[in-house]
């Protein structure tokens, strides 16, 4: 009977042993994850046969493979799309972003991946100039919904005409729909490289540089608290 209790108490303790072992190694296997929401804004996000790629999403994979985070993309159309779907917490993370106040009541910013400038562009063959003392009483302007430009342009009170699709911008500007378009520089430049526009049609006048960067969701940093920091160190081992 002794023998038999001793036995008994020996399986237990070797199954506990096994149960508590299990759980280290599933704890030491399983790998923290992150869902980023990205516009399409092209150069920077885009989806191209049937994946999502751009300049910012090379940037992110070099940041979050340093970290060791397994991440996920979706892309949707534009960033009050992603900024809501953040709000709702369908989504940790978006990219590309520079800084606003919406945003930052959602969630914080990075250490910038790179300068996103902001710049105007009009018909080299218009006399009109975003430095003429009456444009912004006769200028109808046209950037991409709901980005910080957009922000930016009806903040400071100038008559504006978004576009959800940034292709369209050279064709505005070309047909006279529009008198100017206010952007992040690299857009406006992928626009016209689709559409087979020389870039000497436009003259462009540089208004603002400012930080693009990841924004991580308050909701996600209060579940893995040391994320930010593990990010912004990947992004400063990335600066030159």
Not at 101 to 114: N, Y
Not at 128 to 141: C, E, G, L, Q, Y
Request: hydrophobic share 40%; net charge positive.
């Amino acid at each position: 009977m002794m023998m038999f209790v001793v036995n008994f108490r020996w399986k237990i303790k070797t199954l506990l042993l096994m149960l508590s072992l299990s759980c280290c190694i599933f704890g030491a296997i399983a790998q923290q994850e992150i869902t980023v929401l990205v516009p399409n804004f092209p150069p920077y996000t885009e989806k191209k046969h049937q994946q999502i790629s751009g300049i910012g999403i090379d940037l992110a994979n070099q940041v979050f493979n340093k970290t060791g985070i397994k991440v996920r993309y979706r892309i949707l159309p534009n960033y009050a799309k992603v900024v809501q779907q953040i709000t709702q917490g369908q989504g940790d993370a978006f990219l590309l972003a520079s800084q606003n106040d919406e945003r930052d009541s959602i969630a914080v910013f990075t250490e910038p991946l790179l300068i996103n400038r902001w710049c105007w562009y009009v018909l080299r063959t218009d006399t009109i100039s975003p430095d003429d003392s009456d444009f912004k009483d006769r200028a109808t302007v046209s950037t991409h919904f709901n980005a910080n430009t957009h922000k930016w342009l009806l903040k400071n009170n100038y008559f504006v005409d978004p576009v959800m699709d940034t292709g369209k911008l050279p064709h505005m500007l070309l047909r006279g729909r529009i008198d100017a378009v206010f952007i992040a520089e690299l857009v406006f430049d992928e626009a016209i490289k689709q559409a087979l526009i020389t870039p000497q049609t436009f003259k462009k006048y540089v208004e603002i540089e400012k930080p693009f960067g990841i924004y991580l969701s308050k909701k996600y940093l209060a579940k893995y608290p040391d994320t930010l920091k593990r990010v912004n160190k990947a992004i400063n081992a990335l600066q030159p």
